[in-house]
């Protein structure tokens, strides 16, 4: 057991834990941020996705002894059901999912590019996304939503 600090979503949050404990539990279960979804626990479906220190990663493979003194976004940050992000809102709008459990790792993945790297290519939106499965392949109309999202400037608020 030792003591970790992290700073998530612009709150520093002190715990006495088990430091191998996963991210991605630690904020589900001890911050009850339930927007981060543990698919297949081992880093091959991105439903982990969050923000750690400007770097999207998969918080199923992050050991929380890892994150003492780093800055996490998950997807609560950004907007909630009232008052969505425009990135958020724009996704919606374009029918770009069919589900809610891919879907705030794909957010995460994706404004972690734009924060980035505001005008990305094709390529390197695919690029970007490659770790964030949908079963359902719902690809096209995501990537056609992310387009719009860049020309309008959305990520940007
Ligand atoms: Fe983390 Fe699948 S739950 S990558
Ligand atoms: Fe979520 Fe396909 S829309 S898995």
Same mark, same amino acid.
């Given at each position: 057991?030792?003591?970790v !600090?992290?700073?998530?979503?612009?709150?520093?949050?002190?715990?006495?834990?088990?430091?191998?404990?996963?991210? $991605?539990?630690?904020? *589900?279960?001890?911050?009850?941020? =339930?927007?981060?979804?543990?698919?297949?626990?081992?880093?091959?479906?991105? $439903? +982990?996705? #969050?923000?750690?220190?400007?770097? $999207?990663? +998969?918080?199923?493979?992050?050991?929380?002894? *890892?994150?003492d003194g780093?800055?996490?976004?998950?997807?609560?940050?950004?907007?909630?059901?009232?008052?969505?992000?425009?990135?958020? =809102?724009?996704?919606?709008? *374009?029918?770009?999912?069919?589900?809610?459990?891919?879907?705030?790792?794909?957010?995460? !993945?994706?404004?972690?590019?734009? *924060?980035?790297?505001?005008?990305?290519?094709? $390529? /390197?939106?695919?690029?970007?996304?490659?770790?964030?499965?949908? =079963?359902? !392949?719902?690809?096209?109309?995501?990537? /056609?939503?992310? %387009?719009?999202? #860049? =020309?309008? %400037?959305?990520?940007?608020?």
């Open positions: 057991m030792e003591y !600090s992290v700073e998530v979503n612009g709150h520093t949050r002190v715990t006495y834990t088990d430091p191998a404990t996963p991210l $991605a539990v630690f904020l *589900r279960e001890e911050l009850e941020l =339930r927007g981060t979804k543990i698919g297949c626990g081992n880093g091959e479906c991105g $439903a +982990c996705t #969050v923000i750690m220190d400007g770097r $999207a990663v +998969c918080s199923c493979l992050v050991p929380l002894g *890892r994150t780093r800055e996490i976004d998950t997807v609560e940050s950004l907007g909630d059901p009232d008052d969505l992000h425009p990135i958020q =809102r724009k996704l919606v709008e *374009r029918g770009a999912f069919q589900c809610g459990f891919c879907t705030p790792g794909v957010v995460m !993945s994706l404004v972690a590019l734009l *924060r980035g790297n505001p005008n990305p290519t094709d $390529a /390197e939106m695919r690029i970007a996304l490659q770790g964030n499965l949908c =079963r359902c !392949s719902g690809y096209v109309k995501l990537l /056609e939503a992310i %387009g719009e999202i #860049v =020309r309008e %400037g959305l990520h940007e608020r």
